[in-house]
């Protein structure tokens, strides 16, 4: 495979969990918005690799900083806590 065209499927990769990341953060469901965000950075190092021009340089970099936002999202969700029903309430 061409390195141009594995950049673009590789930064297509990330892209496309950054979507599923912003849903999850919506419904605030940190486990799957941390899985995701594990699998677009993997994504992102080899794509910081792939890396050869000024170009693709500037899309690591938007990446990255999107990522990063993204991170402190996911860290500042608090854990769903399950529905405890109170004994003393019938």
């Not at 605030?28 to 190092?45: F, G, N, P, V, Y």
Request: glycine share 4%; net charge positive.
């Amino acid at each position: 495979m061409n390195n141009v065209e594995e950049f673009i499927e590789v930064r297509q990769g990330i892209e496309s969990r950054a979507k599923e990341i912003e849903v999850l953060l919506g419904r605030k469901t940190m486990a799957e918005s941390r899985i995701r965000l594990d699998e677009a950075m993997e994504l992102l190092a080899r794509l910081t690799s792939l890396a050869d021009n000024d170009v693709q340089k500037n899309a690591v970099k938007r990446l990255t900083h999107l990522l990063r936002g993204f991170e402190k999202k996911v860290v500042a969700l608090v854990p769903k806590k399950g529905v405890v029903k109170d004994p003393t309430v019938s």
